[in-house]
T-cell receptor
Framework: GAGVSQSPSNKVTEKGKDVELRCDPI?????LYWYRQSLGQGLEFLIY????????KSGLPSDRFSAERTGGSVSTLTIQRTQQEDSAVYLC???????????FGPGTRLLVL | AQSVAQPEDQVNVAEGNPLTVKCTYS??????LFWYVQYPNRGLQFLLK??????LVKGSYGFEAEFNKSQTSFHLKKPSALVSDSALYFC?????????????FGSGTRLSIRP
């Protein structure tokens, strides 16, 4: 009966390195979102997967950011050539359908030195 | 553009007093409306939602929210605040539901309850 899980929980990296963040949604949930939250502030939408539809990438801040969702389940968010301004908590959420309430993972806290 | 607004960055209330956290929206179609809460050092949690039916929705921890279609609002309320209610609250909306609909979050309101 696990909820949404994310790994790693914390990641420290050097500027210019690539990082990969993982999200395991709740089994059977068709909708999956990635958000970014800085210093306990608001949620910045990054990308949205819904079933087999093409993802909504409208929130990705630059082409250094990409995400995929394999087999309609696990998703990975990749940040290439990280910059200090990428430091934030990256949150993943899933829901059974888009109209249902979302379940959030604990987040990955990323620090770029 | 579809949007949701939380006009107050911070709300301060004394313990035992009623509290209101405001939310207004501008979307097409009949919206689905949500409130989420983020306690310090904890993940975001679902609090309550309005889909259809009774305009007054009751949720977790004694919170409730009223859907007002004419004012396009969905304010969060609680009759008597607790210090433990201090947290960051997010209003969210799914506009005119379809399989492609994407949830839109407000900017958040920090609620502080003083003893």
């Amino acid at each position: 009966g696990a909820g949404v899980s994310q790994s790693p929980s914390n990641k420290v990296t050097e500027k210019g390195k690539d990082v990969e963040l993982r999200c395991d949604p709740i089994s059977g949930h068709t909708a999956l979102y990635w958000y970014r939250q800085s210093l306990g502030q608001g949620l910045e939408f990054l990308i949205y997967f819904q079933g087999n539809s093409a993802p909504d990438k409208s929130g990705l801040p630059s082409d250094r950011f990409s995400a995929e969702r394999t087999g309609g389940s696990v998703s990975t968010l990749t940040i290439q050539r990280t910059q200090q301004e990428d430091s934030a908590v990256y949150l993943c959420a899933s829901s059974y359908t888009p109209g249902e309430s979302q379940y959030f993972g604990p987040g990955t806290r990323l620090l770029v030195l | 553009a579809q949007s949701v607004a939380q006009p107050e960055d911070q709300v301060n209330v004394a313990e035992g007093n009623p509290l209101t956290v405001k939310c207004t929206y501008s979307v097409s179609g009949n919206p689905y409306l949500f409130w989420y809460v983020q306690y310090p050092n904890r993940g975001l949690q679902f609090l309550l939602k309005y889909i259809t039916g009774d305009n007054l929705v009751k949720g977790s921890y004694g919170f409730e929210a009223e859907f007002n279609k004419s004012q396009t609002s969905f304010h969060l309320k609680k009759p008597s605040a607790l210090v433990s209610d201090s947290a960051l609250y997010f209003c969210a909306v799914i506009p005119g539901y379809s399989s492609a609909s994407k949830i839109i979050f407000g900017s958040g309101t920090r609620l502080s309850i003083r003893p």
